[in-house]
């Protein structure tokens, strides 16, 4: 009997994936805090309003 393969991802039709590591360093961390500080103000206008 023949065995079948089973195929997984975007590998098994031929394309390469490359994980970058290169942000990693920024995980858990706010890369640009006074946009962050703006779309709070923005969802507490929204709050009281």
Request: charged share 40%.
């Amino acid at each position: 009997m023949k065995k079948t393969k089973k195929m997984k991802g975007a590998e098994a039709i031929g394309v390469k994936v490359k994980v970058s590591k290169s942000l990693e360093k920024f995980s858990g961390k706010v890369l640009f805090p006074e946009k962050l500080e703006k779309a709070n103000k923005i969802i507490g206008k929204l709050k009281m309003g």
